[in-house]
């Protein structure tokens, strides 16, 4: 599975951005893909997942309501969005897309295990 995310760009606060990730592989149908970011000197974190098969997404509370996973399938890949909303200057981070096989939803950085470059997103105060 190879992941490219793209996107990420300078911003003020109170602005929106969208996400891409590039996912491609023959093994693909059988993995969920995810969100994640990592701010200067803080742990990976979770943000958002959307399942393979039923499309559910499911996000970290301090993004509800503001960022929204989407992804449209073609028929060797698939890509997924993040859009972001109503963004806050401590959104700012990379934010990496990665490909889980594990059950239907998780939130585990360990359970994830494909993962693209990684995107900038900085959002001025």
């Known amino acids: 599975v190879q992941l490219q995310a793209s996107g990420g760009g300078l911003l003020q606060a109170g602005g929106s951005l969208r996400l891409s990730c590039a996912a491609s592989?023959?093994?693909?149908?059988?993995?969920?893909l995810g969100w994640f970011r990592q701010a200067p000197g803080k742990e990976r974190e979770f943000v958002a997942h959307?399942?393979?098969?039923?499309?559910?997404?499911?996000?970290a509370d301090f993004v509800k309501g503001r960022f929204f996973i989407s992804r449209v399938n073609a028929r060797d890949t698939v890509t997924v969005y993040l859009r972001m909303d109503s963004l806050k200057a401590e959104d700012t981070a990379v934010y990496y897309c990665?490909?889980?096989?594990?059950?239907?939803?998780?939130?585990?950085?360990?359970?994830?295990?494909?993962w693209g470059q990684g995107t900038l997103v900085t959002v001025s105060s």
């Open positions: 990665a490909a889980s096989a594990a059950g239907d939803y998780t939130a585990n950085v360990n359970d994830y295990t494909y």
């Open positions: 959307i399942n393979r098969t039923n499309g559910r997404a499911n996000y």
């Open positions: 592989g023959r093994t693909l149908s059988g993995y969920s």
